[in-house]
């Protein structure tokens, strides 16, 4: 079986996770920041979106289904909270699955 990515969130402004397991993705939606656990060294660390000062989103779903017919490319992840994956649009058209398969 796949991994799974395990998805985490937070309304509270500032909150940034202090522990995190394999796979956990934490959502600051408040802050509009992403976390993960580096596992070489198992600190939590933020993760940019879009680079360059591009936009960047979160944008949470609850099933495959749900994701949009054409989502944004670049900058932006999607999260399917059903099967916690993470997906990317990619500028081919398709959703893409990134972390862990």
Do not use: C, H
Request: glycine letters at 12%; proline letters at 6%; zero cysteines.
């Amino acid at each position: 079986m796949p991994n799974r990515v395990k998805p985490s969130r937070s309304w509270v402004a500032n909150y940034v996770p202090t522990v995190l397991d394999a796979n956990e993705l934490a959502i600051n939606w408040q802050d509009a920041k992403a976390y993960s656990k580096n596992p070489s060294t198992g600190q939590i660390v933020s993760i940019t979106l879009g680079g360059g000062g591009g936009s960047s989103s979160i944008v949470e779903v609850a099933t495959a289904s749900a994701l949009p017919a054409t989502g944004v490319s670049g900058g932006t992840l999607y999260v399917v909270a059903d099967v916690g994956r993470v997906y990317r649009f990619d500028s081919s058209g398709v959703y893409v699955a990134i972390g862990p398969q």
